[in-house]
């Protein structure tokens, strides 16, 4: 748990900048044997983009690694992850997904689950508020609620 804690401290501090930047506050951590493989943060607004989601965003910084690293990896991110998320981790073979909460949006741990995948849900406060805020603030770009 205070590993799964210092991971999801980087993956806040990546939603944070994305809030900083006119985004969305959702940021991912990619990590394999306790190292930072990438990070990123969700961009749809900063990029006019209908799909740099964070999760993608940070596997798209991680470029593309060996299956066998994928496979000892995990994503860490903010806020529970979308159905084409869900879809990038199965397809890239991440064994464990650490979420930081989940009461904002909810859609695909059940599916992640039926594929193998660890699901962790932390339930932070430091990943509810800032995207409750945001939602209440922005219902503009939030439009999966």
């Known amino acids: 748990m205070e590993r799964d804690m210092e991971w999801m401290n980087k993956a806040v501090d990546q939603a944070i900048t994305g809030l900083h930047e006119g985004g969305m506050p959702i940021g991912a951590v990619l ?5 930072e493989l990438a990070a990123g943060r969700n961009r749809l607004a900063q990029w006019d983009s209908p799909l ?4 993608i965003d940070c596997l798209e910084n991680a470029g593309s690694l060996p299956a066998a690293t994928y496979a000892k990896s995990t994503l860490y991110t903010t806020l529970s992850p979308c159905q084409m ?3 990038a981790v199965v397809l890239c073979g991440i064994p464990r997904v650490v979420i930081g909460e989940n009461r904002n949006w909810r859609s695909s741990e059940d599916f992640l689950r039926s594929e193998g995948v660890e699901v962790v849900v932390l339930d932070l406060e430091d990943c509810h508020g800032p995207m409750s805020d945001f939602i209440a603030v922005r219902p503009d770009l939030w439009t999966w609620g």
């Open 52 to 55: 740099r989601h964070a999760e």
């Open 85 to 87: 998320c869900a879809g």
């Open 31 to 35: 990590v394999a044997e306790g190292k």
